[in-house]
């Protein structure tokens, strides 16, 4: 079946510093590929997506490229802050058959000091 | 900006009671649904609930767990005899399109 794979965690960082969460996966479709993150108390809220290979999913200075021959989509953000303390989850979307309902990671906790 | 909701966000119940977990979703959303998280595991999927009915539902959806859309703006997950494995986060989540999931912030639940 469809899986998704991610760094464990949790990332610690120094505020300015360059992030990269790595995310593997397999799927038996064309999966849609997706990076969700969840802030404290919070739920989890879509943060980019790509459907296809080669897309880059981008927003809040975060951004993944999808890569189908190393069936990767790895999260990076050039220059962290502390407001990005949050948990990370990457996630698929295998659409074959119908079904939307996506596929999730563990999870990666990214703790940024000041 | 529009917020899925749940309540209560923390419920301890003994095993084998019933317990009734409450998500209010956004409510022009069309599509619900529920996801649990077993402490450092996974975020899995239960069910989807489309057009006053269970559209997918996974293989941890058993008849010990049923959904209910009651009027036109709650959506609850009800559990009927909890056991200890049960505990877990459970994440209601509602959309209009099927790949664009909003999640409401959980409700832990614990069963001694």
């Known amino acids: 079946g469809d899986s998704v794979t991610q760094m464990e965690g949790p990332v610690t960082l120094s505020e300015e510093a360059f992030l990269t969460i790595n995310c593997t996966y397999t799927?038996?479709?064309?999966?849609?590929l997706f990076w969700y993150v969840q802030y404290p108390g919070e739920g989890l809220q879509l943060l980019l997506k790509?459907?296809?290979?080669?897309d880059k999913g981008s927003n809040k200075g975060f951004e993944a490229t999808y890569r189908k021959e190393t069936t990767s989509f790895h999260l990076e953000k050039g220059s962290v802050q502390v407001s990005d303390s949050a948990v990370y989850f990457c996630?698929?979307?295998?659409?074959?058959?119908?079904?939307?309902?996506?596929?999730f990671g563990r999870g990666t906790s990214l703790i940024v000091h000041p | 900006e529009p917020e899925v909701t749940q309540t209560p966000s923390h419920q301890v119940t003994q095993m084998g009671q019933e317990v009734i977990l409450r998500c209010v979703p956004i409510?022009?959303?069309?599509?619900f649904y529920w996801y649990r998280q077993i402490l450092g595991q996974k975020v899995e999927f239960l069910v989807s609930?489309?057009?006053?009915?269970?559209?997918?539902k996974s293989e941890i959806f058993d008849d010990q767990f049923s959904v209910e859309r009651p009027d036109g703006s709650n959506f609850t997950l009800k559990i009927r005899s909890t056991k200890l494995e049960d505990s877990a986060m459970y994440f209601c989540?509602?959309?209009?399109?099927?790949?664009?999931?909003?999640f409401g912030p959980g409700t832990r639940l614990t069963v001694t």
């Open positions: 790509a459907t296809k290979a080669d």
């Open positions: 609930f489309y057009n006053n009915e269970i559209s997918e």
């Open positions: 996630a698929l979307s295998d659409q074959t058959g119908g079904s939307y309902i996506p596929t």
């Open positions: 989540a509602s959309s209009m399109v099927v790949y664009e999931q909003y």
């Open positions: 799927a038996t479709g064309y999966p849609s």
């Open positions: 409510s022009n959303h069309l599509y």
